[in-house]
Each structure stands twice: as C-alpha cells, then as structure tokens.
C-alpha cells in the first residue's frame, strides 16, 4: 500500500479530568484521580508505570471499554463510543485475543464484520496486512499452529483492517520473549509510520518506551495520575542501533529515576 | 496383557455360570446369554425400536427446549434465578417417580417422550448455559472496541463458544434418554420395548434373557453416548483457547449486588414457579381432575380430606424405610468413591485406567440392570443399598476424580520440597483441595440414590415410596401416585439445598472459590 494514497486524516486524543475509582471490600480506591493528557493527532505516546497506576484503566476508557466517574475523553471531539462505532480505533491487548476456530485471515476480518462492512470486498487489504506483519503462507492457519510472536502479529493486523486513525495498544508484547519483543518494536514502527495513527502505548519496557515514542507519560500510583511527561528527540526512523546508543541510556535512567521515586513517596 | 485379562474374566464368567456358582444360576454364563439372545432375534427389533423411537423424539425435543431454555436465562438473568426452582425440580424428580404420572395423565407412547425430555433437559440446559456465559472475555474487548454490543458478542462469540459445552450436554443427555424411555415403560405395561419386556422377563425368572436385554440396552446407551462423545470431540478441539485466560475480575465488578427488594422477589417466584408450571400445564391440556391432581389436589389429599391422615401415615412410614437406605447408599457410595479416588492418585496410573471405564460406566442404564441386581442379590435390604451404590458410585468417583485432578503441580511440588510423602501430600493438599467437589458429588447424585432407592423398592422389595408407588398404580389410586411423585422431588429438591447450604458455609469459611 503505498503511504501517501491512503493517509487518513487522523484525531487527536483529549482526556480532561479523568477520575475513576473502583470498590475493594467496601473501601474507594482510586484507579485513576483527575488525570488530564492530550495527545496530538499522529503522534505515538508511551505511558509508563508501576502495576495499579491505573494504565491499563485508562487506556480502557479511550477506547470506550469503561467509563470514566468524572471528566471526559474525547477522540477528534467525538466520545470513545461514537468513535467505536465508526471503526476509528484499533486496540491490541497484551494477549491477541484470538478467535480460536478462526484462520488467520478470518480473524483479521472480525472487526469488518462487527462493524457490518463487506469482507470480500476487503480482501486485498487483508492480503496487504498479512504480508505487512510477515505472515505470508500462514494466512488460513489457526491460531493453536502459531507461535506466541505470530499470534500477536496477527492482532496487529486485525487493529489494522478498519485503517483506524487511532491506536491504542496495552502491552501489545508483554508475553513476548525480549529478541522477538525488540523485532516487533522495530515492525511497529515500521508499520505506524506508514499510516501514521494516534499511537498510545501502554508498556512496562522503558526501552521499548523510548525507542517507539514520540514522548513517554510516566505514572504513579495511589492514587493513579500521570506523574511527569519526558519528550524523546530522536530522529525518525530509529535504527535498531539506538537502542546501544548513550544518549538513548541517558533517556532511560532519566525515566527509571522518575519511576522509582514514585515508588519510593 | 489387556487382551489377555478379558479373556480370562470371560473364561472365569463362564465357569462360574456354567457350574450355578452365584445366587442359583442368577449369573449365566456368557454363552448361555448369547444364546438366549440369538433365539430372542426376532423379537428384539421390535423391543428396541419401541424404546429407541420415543428416546429419539424426546431427546430432540428435551434439547431443542434446554437450548432454548439456556439462551433465554443468559440474555435475561432475572428469568434463569426466577427458573431455578423449576430447574432443580426438573433435576431432582427421580423419574421413576415421575413414570406413573404420565402414563395416567398421557395416551400412547407420550409418557415415554416426555420422561425422556425431561431426562435430558437438565444437563443440556447447564452445560449449555455455562459454555454461553463462561467465555474467554478478551475477544469481548475486540468486539466491544469496534462498537459490538450484547448482540455482537453472542452473534460472533458465545454462540460458537458455547458448542463443547452443548455438545458436552447431548453426550451426556443421549443415554438419559434412553433411561427415561425405559423407565417410562416400568410403568405403562406396554406390550413393546425393552423396558416392558426386562419386566415380563423378571416376572419368569429367566436370567440369561434379562441379562441379554440389560446388555442391549447397555449398548444402545454407549452407542449414543459414543456418538455423541464423538461430535463433541470435534467441536471442542477447535474451542479451547490459545493462552491461559487472566483472573475474571470483570465478571465479579459486573455482579452488582442487586436490589434487596428484587432478589427476594425472584426468591418467592422461584419457589412458586414449579408450581405454577405444575397447575399450568394440567389447565392447559384440560386433564381429567378424576385422574389429575393439582398442588392444591395433592395438598387435599394429605392435609384437608377427611382420610388423609391415613395417606399422610403411609408416606411418613414409605419415608421412613426409603431415606435412612437412600442416606446409606450415598455415603457408602461417596466414601467408596472418594478412597478409590485417591488411592488412584497414590499409585500413578490407576485413576488413569478407572477414569474412562468409570465414564464408560456412568452411561450404562444401571437403573434397567435393577432386575439382574435383584436376580444376585435377592428381594431384601442389600438389593436397594447395591442398586443404589452403583447408580450413584460412578459420576461420584468420576466428579471426585476430576477434583483431585485439578490439584495445582506446585501445590504438590511446595510440599514434597520438605520431603513430604505420598500420604501427606494427600492429606495436607489434595483431599482439602477437592472439598469443593466432594460437595458437588454429593448434591448431584443426591437424586440417583432416591432413584436407585425407589426402583429396588418397586421392583424388589416392595417397601417404601417404591413399594407405595407400585401398589397404588396397582389400585389406581390416583391421589397416592400424585402424592409420592410430589414428596419424592420435595425431598430431592430439600436435600439438594442442604448439601448446597453446607457446602456455602464450607466453602465460604476456607475462602474457597465456588465449585
């Protein structure tokens, strides 16, 4: 697919107050407390955080999966759940979520056919995102034949197939070994800058942070909000070499040392 | 070596039925048996047909309802907790109970039908409505993040995920159906169907006949439980999720205590539903109130006639000789099951052998094998304690078995770090461990001990609510029928909630998850 045919006007990411809070025993715990965040239309955002900072829960809420208590979310101006409705997002999980009985290909075609569009019609798209994600000759295997990698390829491909203008990923490769997590962070870069959607990012990996966003949001807990917003200067595209890069290690500790104060308090 | 060892049990079998070794003939040799059979050739199709057709017609329908039924209770979840009376009544009617009933109430081959709709609706429903709502509930998020709502996601998700457990439904269901058509026939003295002719057959004494008969029925059950089994696997090896699904945490956010004043709503109206059901289906076929009788029929008959003090006396004194033997049946059987079970898990490999025989066992319609039980063992007390042993030995041992099955590796693996034995590892893990289905066990064979009670009590020893039953289909007295059909699924139905209540208080004191 060639990049400049099929730019896609993208949205930008508006979250404003967010407070969200769950019951445990009886007691209010604040997943989230008044958290704001904008993301401009095709950049890519990392957030960051210990377990239970709440990054996961907000991440839920803009792709209109939960609601928030109080403040909103907005995606080009319009709700989560409109946007929903409109194919505008693509989300990928920490686990790929698969269809089981489904092959590869009628796994990526599933958001078509919830959304009620044709897939016959979409085809060839679907031919392009399986050779995008380098799945060639696997395209009517199941899941259970794939490798823990493929599978989550597959998902990138399905948050794909709408050619949605904003992404949302929840550690997309937490399950993944760390040699084949940093090949899928340089494909993920490779393919977000074909098509350029609003990228947010949750991940434990503060490499992985740094090498694919355009800056990282770090949070903290209890309760959850956004602690510090750290912008990453590199040239785009990032070669696999930064990743030994000084300047690159700098960047991290920078980050590691935001994190564990947080921790610490 | 297996080969082996069939060979020489069959050769011990036939010594000891050549010879009269057991009860005076009651064991026949196997030739002896087959060459009953080979003489009975012609009239066997007409037999089998005669119970196979009406299983057929009543398993389809049975589970066109139970799917059906299980649809309905995971879109509306108020419906299933106001169904759930009726849903435990369904389960905990012994069927023999049940038999006399409808063969007063219908005409032809109905009682059969319905006897064997009602055998199988309880376990499709279950298994059904557990694979709608205990779905993987990643995929939910992917159809939700594209606007999918409740429809979406029973379109594209539950409907394909719930078919092992439809399926895993029907496995079960086929050979209750047969059961049902059989004991539908106890009652109805019907010239044809192998349940008819076991009885003509005990009547005469003629033990390799009755063996022959309870052998057929035995086949067609695994031959529909096998067919079954065989679908099932299909369907679920395609299924099974890829990776291991996260802690439902969702599911327990969603499960908002509800309204007070609801819940004890629903609580009125599932007890009262069975009745309403009851009353309902009598008005609406219009049967005859000489031979029918409503709740508040029964209640006349024991409580407000003027001789139902009489009526009350005998099913007080039925009770009295058919508990305390159901009670003992199902504790032997459940302590049998439960040594066997873990004695199985003490030496490697044996559970693994018992399992499939026990499975393969379950489906065999030990209920229609009552009369060669009676043949062995005489028309006294241990008929009814080793017929009601064998109908409830084996889901006990199978239900137990998958308990201690599930014990985590590294539960095992914690303890024998500090050099733990076999013993301990039983006694400090594994029997605590599957606590939650030992209670299991005992709720759901609960009803079969009642059943293999009565069935030993109709066709043996003529005691207890069996014995009841039988004499007063004898008499046609139709307010008795009504009456022991009612008292036998209130008393499964109570101890089903006891054991469950135990089970509570149990489960909730070692912070144990539900079962």
């Known amino acids: 697919m060639s990049s400049a045919a099929l730019k896609v006007p993208t949205d930008d990411i508006r979250i404003c107050a967010v407070t969200r809070t769950f019951a445990v025993d009886a007691r209010q715990v604040f997943a989230l407390r008044d958290v704001s965040l904008g993301c401009e239309a095709g950049s890519f955002t990392a957030l960051i955080g210990p377990s239970g900072c709440g990054k996961s829960t907000l991440l839920r809420i803009i792709a209109g999966l939960e609601h928030p208590d109080e403040g909103t979310a907005r995606i080009g101006g319009a709700t989560p759940q409109q946007k929903c409705r409109s194919g505008a997002l693509g989300v990928a999980f920490q686990d790929p979520a698969l269809l089981p009985w489904r092959t590869v290909r009628q796994n990526i075609a599933l958001p078509l056919q919830v959304l009620g569009r044709s897939v016959s019609s979409a085809q060839g798209l679907i031919d392009q995102l399986i050779q995008l994600v380098g799945l060639q000759g696997f395209e009517n295997a199941r899941p259970g034949q794939l490798s823990g990698g493929m599978r989550q390829r597959v998902a990138i491909a399905r948050t794909l197939v709408t050619d949605p203008s904003v992404l949302l990923m929840d550690e997309p490769f937490g399950a993944l070994d760390q040699i084949l997590r940093r090949s899928m962070n340089i494909e993920l870069q490779r393919i977000w800058m074909e098509k350029r959607p609003t990228t947010i990012l949750v991940t434990h990996g503060i490499d992985e942070a740094v090498f694919l966003a355009d800056r990282v949001a770090i949070m903290q807990r209890n309760p959850g909000g956004i602690a510090q917003v750290i912008e990453v200067p590199f040239e785009r595209p990032r070669r696999p070499e930064l990743f030994a890069a000084p300047e690159f290690h700098r960047l991290e500790d920078e980050i590691a040392a935001v994190l564990y104060a947080g921790m610490a308090s | ?515």
């Open chain 2, 1 to 515: 070596m297996q080969a082996l060892s069939v060979l020489l049990a069959l050769a011990a079998w036939e010594a000891l039925g050549d010879w009269h070794l057991v009860g005076q003939g009651a064991l026949p040799s196997p030739s002896a048996i087959v060459a009953q059979w080979w003489q009975d050739r012609d009239i066997y199709p007409a037999h089998i047909w005669a119970t196979l057709q009406p299983a057929l017609i009543g398993f389809v329908a049975g589970n066109v309802i139970a799917a059906a039924a299980a649809l309905a209770f995971m879109l509306i979840p108020a419906l299933e907790r106001l169904m759930r009376g009726f849903n435990i009544a369904i389960f905990g009617i012994p069927p023999i109970a049940l038999s006399p009933v409808l063969v007063i109430t219908l005409p032809g081959q109905w009682p059969q039908i319905v006897l064997a709709a009602v055998s199988v609706y309880f376990p499709t429903m279950v298994m059904t409505l557990l694979g709608l709502q205990d779905i993987d509930p990643r995929p939910i998020d992917v159809i939700r993040s594209y606007g999918g709502g409740r429809i979406a996601v029973l379109h594209w998700l539950r409907l394909r995920s719930c078919l092992p457990g439809l399926l895993g439904g029907l496995r079960v269901a086929a050979p209750a159906a047969i059961l049902g058509a059989i004991l539908a026939e106890f009652g109805s003295g019907a010239r044809w169907g192998l349940g008819s002719f076991l009885l003509g057959s005990l009547g005469r004494g003629d033990p390799a006949r009755i063996w022959g008969i309870g052998l057929t029925a035995t086949a067609m059950s695994a031959a529909a439980y096998g067919l079954c089994a065989l679908l099932g696997r299909r369907a679920a090896a395609s299924v099974l999720a890829v990776t291991i699904t996260p802690a439902r945490i969702e599911a327990q956010a969603v499960a908002r205590g509800r309204a007070r004043t609801l819940r004890v709503l629903l609580g009125v109206g599932a007890v009262a539903m069975p009745f309403l059901i009851w009353w309902g289906v009598l008005k609406a076929f219009a049967v005859s109130p000489v031979i029918a009788r409503t709740p508040w029929g029964v209640w006349q008959y024991l409580v407000s006639a003027p001789d139902a003090a009489d009526a009350r006396a005998g099913i007080i004194q039925a009770l009295g000789q058919s508990l305390p033997l159901a009670g003992a049946g199902l504790l032997i059987a459940l302590a049998v099951a439960l040594v066997l079970a873990t004695t199985g898990t003490l030496w490697r490999g044996l559970n693994a052998a018992l399992l499939p025989a026990a499975v393969f066992l379950q489906t065999m319609p030990l209920v229609a094998l009552a009369p060669i039980i009676v043949l062995l063992f005489g028309r006294g007390i241990a008929t009814t304690l080793v017929v009601t042993v064998a109908v409830t030995f084996f889901p006990a041992f199978i239900t137990i078995a998958q308990g201690l099955a599930q014990v985590p590796a590294a539960s095992l693996d914690l303890v024998s770090v500090y050099g733990a034995s076999r013993w301990q590892k039983l006694l400090l893990v594994s029997v605590p461990m599957c606590l939650p289905y030992l209670c299991a066990a005992a709720r759901l064979v609960a009803p079969a001990a009642l059943l293999g009670v009565m069935i030993a009590e109709w066709l043996a020893t003529g005691y207890g609510l069996g014995g009841v039953l039988n004499t007063a289909r004898g008499e046609l007295d139709y307010g008795m029928i009504w009456a022991v059909a009612f008292i036998a699924v209130a008393v499964s139905v109570t101890f089903y909630q006891l054991v469950k209540l135990i089970e509570e208080r149990l489960l909730a004191r070692f912070r144990m998850a539900g079962g």
